[in-house]
């Protein structure tokens, strides 16, 4: 699901948009974009199936979406490939179809890729050039709310660990599916905002707030005001249950 949330950083704008609004963007606005750095991020849940890679690009060609981090990818290995206008690194399992991170990259912002290291089928990290400062991109995927302490605690020490990796300098974003729910408890402001989709923030969600709030970040998705349609990145097979579960985090 692409997020809809954006702040500006000194040097190139990070803007990212819902589908629907890249697509209401008018010609003025279009020409504008040009000038910003689009980043997006959606749970594919695979690209294993086939056609479903081509499928993919055919929706950020027309959404305007520079860098996209994508989750469940589902291939096998590690590494980095090309498919006409797109480049695509991933970060996924040795041996099963399952998991897996990855950036799909537009060749028109290729000049501004830095370095690409994946880290597990859950986290992978990209570096970009900006104008006054460099950005590590951490794409992250985390385990559901009903996995064991176990895996949700190496899966946050291997993000920790990464996060305090990056260049003390660079502009730091993680964003991604973080299976986290941020409710509007006063006690977070301001590493959290007023605008989240939900109420009170479950398990996962206490987990990534104490990150956020521990790096002196904020999370971006639950800062700026929308309809609370526009807020949703999950909803149930049966289309009667709806979460936020998708964020961005930058410092």
Same mark, same amino acid.
């Given at each position: ?17 819902? !589908?629907?609004?890249?697509?209401? &963007? ?16 959606? #749970?594919? &849940?695979?690209? *294993? ?12 060609? !027309? *959404? ?7 989750? @469940?990818? $589902? ?8 498919? /006409? ?22 060749? /028109? ?9 994946? /880290?597990?089928? $859950? ?10 400062? #460099?950005?590590?991109?951490? #794409?992250?995927?985390?385990?559901? @709310?009903?996995?064991?302490?176990? @895996? ?19 502009? /730091? ?14 006690? *977070? *402001? ?15 969600? #206490? ?41 961005? &985090?930058?410092?």
């Amino acid at each position: 699901m692409i997020l809809d949330a954006a702040k500006t950083c000194s040097g190139k704008n990070i803007v990212t948009k819902s !589908k629907e609004a890249m697509a209401r &963007l008018s010609k003025i606005q279009r020409m504008k974009r040009f000038k910003d750095l689009t980043i997006g991020s959606w #749970n594919v &849940l695979s690209l *294993y199936r086939s056609k479903s890679l081509q499928m993919l690009l055919d929706q950020l060609e !027309k *959404y305007y979406v520079d860098i996209t981090c994508v989750q @469940e990818m $589902r291939w096998i290995g590690l590494g980095t490939t090309e498919k /006409k206008n797109w480049i695509i690194s991933y970060s996924c399992d040795n041996k099963e179809h399952k998991l897996g991170t990855g950036f799909v990259i537009d060749k /028109k912002v290729k000049h501004l890729i830095m370095n690409f290291q994946p /880290k597990s089928p $859950r986290i992978c990290w990209l570096k970009i050039r900006g104008k006054f400062f #460099n950005y590590s991109i951490i #794409n992250a995927h985390a385990p559901t @709310e009903d996995k064991s302490d176990t @895996e949700k605690d190496a899966f946050y020490d291997g993000l920790r660990n990464l996060y305090d990796a990056c260049p003390k300098h660079d502009v /730091k974003l993680i964003i991604g599916d973080l299976n986290a729910q941020i409710g509007k408890e006063a006690i *977070y *402001y301001p590493t959290t905002g007023k605008e989240a989709y939900h109420q009170e923030s479950n398990e996962n969600g #206490n987990s990534l707030i104490h990150l956020a709030a521990s790096r002196n970040m904020v999370i971006g998705t639950t800062l700026f005001p929308h309809k609370d349609i526009n807020k949703i990145t999950w909803r149930s097979p049966d289309v009667h249950h709806f979460s936020q579960i998708d964020h961005l &985090l930058i410092d």
